[in-house]
């Protein structure tokens, strides 16, 4: 009897609870409170660049949930992934972007750190360094020749939450062992906020001194090349070493001669390796040996790193230094970038800061408005420097399934702009200022 009178009880009151979740599922929310799992972030009114086709590249809102972004789209289909405590920004027409990613930040140059620099005096160093960082709307710096304490000293930053931009590490190419064996250490980490990727080597120095490796004398003093930091020989077997670790391989060439030994060190490990996946990359690359080159580099896909902003601080004036340097036909085969992109290279962007200007726009701003008689046609469109700066550096360090556009899965790592960089010209895009960064779905500089 007792059991029939609780059957009676609970099985319409089940029955109500199914009904409620079904009806949910099917048709969304009864109302705003009542959704399940709603945003937590919605942005609306404003021109989000997205990675989609031409067609569809811009969106006016998106919402955001647990570190990712769930929905592109109009405010309208937005608006339904609202909950009763989810926060919303009206950006009043603002673009919005993904973060930045910046193939090369010295971080631990910025505390000047050695042996009698203490651990918490470079750990302050570095968090006061976030906020130039996210000011600038760089959500991931990628950092070299990292050591093993510099590595434990940021990993306890990550750890502790102490810090909230992305940190990719390239160890030493000499070194590619040690650097292994630091990436076993701290497989705990999340790879989305540490990741080890890579080993890097500097193959020669700069053409404005004249430590840049050229294959001919420089115009301007003819008895000086440069040289080469490395042999050909002793380059193949380190880059052999670092791949069969599993460690892709970036190589700061400047000089024609410095690239054509970088690219004979990778044919050469490629014979060797002929089914590996590794995207090696070249780095500050400046004077091609030959335009057959860009067809190598893509179609071993090897990608290149470049910094815009060397050429935006030329004193006197934009690459004429190059140019006393190099000689007027030379400079032909320099900062081609346009050639890359034609080539279906894929280009990242690092600024080397803090001995470099830092902020993104000013390399943007060379890339697309930089005019020289000497360098027809080598522009990049907005959209190509962007894209630089944000999917082909998550593509360099093979993340762009995870970051480095907006796109519904991917993180939250979001930037607002002072300006629309596709529309504001020569005059205003190198000016242009990030208002708001979103990483990971958390407002990290900037109000509302």
């Known amino acids: 009897m007792l059991k029939k009178r609780l059957q009676k009880a609970v099985l319409p009151l089940l029955f109500f609870q199914l009904s409620f979740v079904a009806n949910v599922f099917a048709t969304g929310p009864l109302s705003s409170g009542y959704l399940l799992n709603p945003a937590q972030l919605i942005l609306i009114n404003g021109k989000i660049y997205t990675d989609r086709d031409h067609s569809s590249e811009w969106s006016d809102s ?27 920004i009206d950006l009043k027409s603002k673009t919005v972007i993904a973060g930045f990613n910046d193939a090369q930040i010295n971080l631990f140059k910025i505390s000047e750190s050695g042996s009698e620099v203490s651990s918490s005096t470079v750990k302050a160093s570095i968090v006061n360094a976030e906020g130039e960082l996210l000011k600038n709307g760089i959500a991931t710096i990628q950092t070299e020749h990292v ?16 810090i909230k931009f992305r940190i990719t590490l390239w160890g030493t190419l000499e070194k590619a062992e040690e650097f292994a064996a630091l990436r076993e ?90 089914n590996s996946r590794l995207r090696n990359r070249l780095e500050s690359v400046e ?103 944000t999917i082909g550096g998550a593509y360099s360090t093979h993340e762009d399934h995870l970051k480095g556009s907006l796109r519904e899965g991917k993180v939250a790592d979001v930037i607002v702009l002072s300006d629309n960089p596709f529309t504001a010209g020569a005059k205003k895009t190198g000016f242009i200022e990030t208002t708001m960064t979103i990483v990971n779905g958390q407002i990290v500089y900037g109000t509302p």
Do not use: C
């Open 62 to 88: 998106m919402s955001i949930r647990d570190g990712s972004i769930l929905t592109i789209g109009k405010r309208l289909d937005v608006l339904k992934e609202k909950g009763q405590d989810t926060q919303i």
């Open 185 to 274: 250490k701290y497989k705990d980490i999340s790879e989305e906020w540490f990741l080890f990727y890579g080993v890097k080597a500097t193959l020669d120095g700069n053409i404005l001194d004249y430590t840049a490796s050229l294959s001919q004398p420089y115009s301007d003093k003819p008895s000086e090349k440069g040289r080469a930091l490395y042999t050909q020989e002793n380059l193949n077997k380190l880059v052999l070493v670092a791949n069969k670790l599993g460690l892709p391989v970036s190589l700061k060439a400047t000089g024609d001669h410095a690239v054509g030994m970088a690219i004979n060190a990778f044919e050469s490990v490629r014979h060797q390796l002929f």
């Open 147 to 162: 050591t093993s304490d510099q590595v434990a000293v940021l990993a306890e930053l990550v750890r502790d939450k102490k």
């Open 287 to 389: 004077v091609v040996p030959a335009k057959h080159v860009y067809g190598w580099i893509a179609n071993r896909h090897i990608t290149v790193s470049i910094q815009p902003n060397d050429l935006a601080n030329d004193s006197d004036g934009p690459h004429s230094s190059y140019l006393k340097k190099l000689g007027k036909q030379r400079l032909k085969d320099a900062f081609n970038y346009r050639s890359f992109i034609n080539a279906n290279v894929k280009l990242s962007i690092a600024t080397s800061w803090p001995e470099k200007l830092l902020n993104p726009f000013v390399g943007i701003s060379t890339l697309v408005f930089l005019k020289n008689p000497e360098l027809k046609n080598q522009n990049l469109s907005i959209k190509e420097a962007i894209d630089a700066y």
